[in-house]
């Protein structure tokens, strides 16, 4: 017969949490198991605000780009030289 996750969780819980049922040793290792456990989770959510805070710098720098750009060609409307630089860049001018 097969069991839900939540009736091993609160077996493991029950062992963890009742010491009566269980010798010294299986509570030390519990312990050390659910201290491990935490600081793992602890080191997996710094890695994940590193990650988040690099992706939100490229965003900021990816809107400088497009604002400059859209500055060009707004800016650019009399002659339309900068308009065409700012579309094309990159591109080799035709001659």
Known sequence: ???SPQVDLFLSDHVL???HS???SQLIE???SVLLARRNLAASLGDLDSII???DQFMKNVQVVL???A???AFSSGTGE???AAVTAGELPRD
Do not use: T
């Open 1 to 3: 017969m097969l069991r």
């Open 17 to 19: 949490f009742y010491p």
């Open 22 to 24: 269980v010798n010294k």
């Open 30 to 32: 519990r312990c050390v």
């Open 53 to 55: 805070a690099a992706i």
């Open 67 to 69: 604002l400059f750009l």
């Open 71 to 73: 500055l060009l060609v």
């Open 82 to 84: 900068l308009a065409d």
